[in-house]
């Protein structure tokens, strides 16, 4: 069992950063990847970034991997998405979910948290 809540989103100006924050429940969080995604009013969740159970593996999305660094903190628990460069297309729900398979595949992650709002202005 692994419960993820998600903090940080917030409204930040086209340009600007944000640093959203994954908090996982339990020590079997060092047993899975994890990822960020995304959801925009009307359309499908999009896959923004992948890292391995170790830290030392990330995959991004095209759109992300410029402008977005996901990391994690074992000691913590914690997974984290930089931001930076924000745009209003950026805008979307944000969630955080676990998988014990290396995947982009929203339908092959386990467990997934309640989301964040991230609205960039323009």
């Known amino acids: 069992q692994v419960q993820l809540e998600e903090s940080g989103g917030g409204l930040v100006q086209a340009g600007g950063s944000l640093r959203l924050s994954c908090a996982a429940s339990g020590r079997a969080f060092s047993a899975y990847r994890m990822g960020w995604f995304r959801q925009a009013p009307g359309k499908e969740r999009e896959f923004v970034a992948h890292?391995?159970?170790?830290?030392?593996?990330?995959y991004y999305a095209d759109s992300a991997k410029d402008r977005f660094t996901i990391s994690r903190d074992r000691a913590k628990n914690t997974v984290y998405l930089q931001m930076n460069s924000l745009k209003p297309e950026d805008t979307a729900v944000y969630y955080c979910?676990?998988?014990?398979?290396?995947?982009?595949?929203?339908?092959?992650?386990?467990?997934w948290g309640q989301g964040t709002q991230v609205t960039v202005s323009s």
């Open positions: 979910a676990a998988t014990l398979i290396g995947t982009v595949l929203a339908a092959q992650y386990n467990y």
């Open positions: 890292i391995s159970r170790s830290g030392d593996l990330t």
